[in-house]
């Protein structure tokens, strides 16, 4: 499976100089946990995780962290895939870097979409359900009896 079939394709961005406060009250309107900071050709310049502002900002030393730039937090580089990325590769990328979030890019590296691991979670739980469907057809069309048969 690629990258494409399960990204989210309305990732939430944000400009460099957008400041943390922003960024908090934006990722609260959208009920995310990330927003990618991007320059003005749409490239990924860095991503903003919930712990970023968190650990970063409010829990820092910054006596008004609210007004912090968001490019002052975020995390960088930042690590994309594009739409055609085997989701196997992704996930074997996510999981050595331990990050839960991946903003997928176009050919000119502007962002299209998000990938995380709640939608990769999501796919296997519907996969799962799937197979338990498939399996439970093909005992009855077999003639198994079930438990409460016997």
Same mark, same amino acid.
């Given at each position: 499976?690629?990258?494409?079939?399960?990204?989210?394709?309305?990732?939430?961005?944000?400009?460099?100089?957008?400041?943390?406060?922003?960024?908090? =009250?934006? $990722?609260?309107?959208?009920?995310?946990?990330? +927003?990618? #900071? @991007? &320059?003005?050709?749409?490239?990924? *310049? !860095?991503?903003?995780?919930?712990?970023?502002?968190?650990?970063?900002?409010?829990?820092?030393?910054?006596?008004?962290?609210?007004?912090?730039?968001?490019?002052?937090?975020?995390?960088?580089?930042?690590?994309?895939?594009?739409?055609?990325?085997?989701?196997?590769?992704?996930? =074997?990328? $996510?999981?050595?870097?331990?990050?839960?979030? +991946?903003? #997928? @890019? &176009?050919?000119?590296?502007?962002? *299209? !979409?998000?990938?995380?691991?709640?939608?990769?979670?999501?796919?296997?739980?519907?996969?799962?359900?799937?197979?338990?469907?498939?399996?439970?057809?093909?005992?009855?069309?077999?003639?198994?009896?079930?438990?409460?048969?016997?």
């Amino acid at each position: 499976m690629l990258v494409g079939a399960i990204m989210s394709r309305k990732p939430i961005t944000v400009e460099r100089d957008h400041t943390v406060l922003h960024v908090a =009250r934006l $990722m609260k309107e959208e009920n995310v946990g990330a +927003v990618v #900071v @991007v &320059d003005e050709q749409r490239r990924a *310049v !860095g991503i903003c995780t919930d712990r970023d502002l968190a650990v970063r900002a409010f829990a820092g030393k910054h006596k008004n962290p609210g007004s912090l730039p968001v490019d002052r937090v975020m995390s960088r580089p930042v690590v994309t895939a594009d739409e055609d990325t085997l989701l196997f590769d992704l996930l =074997r990328g $996510m999981a050595a870097k331990r990050i839960r979030r +991946v903003p #997928v @890019v &176009d050919r000119s590296s502007a962002v *299209v !979409g998000m990938v995380s691991m709640d939608d990769v979670i999501l796919l296997l739980a519907t996969e799962l359900t799937n197979v338990a469907e498939v399996m439970g057809h093909s005992s009855r069309v077999l003639g198994d009896k079930s438990p409460e048969e016997e």
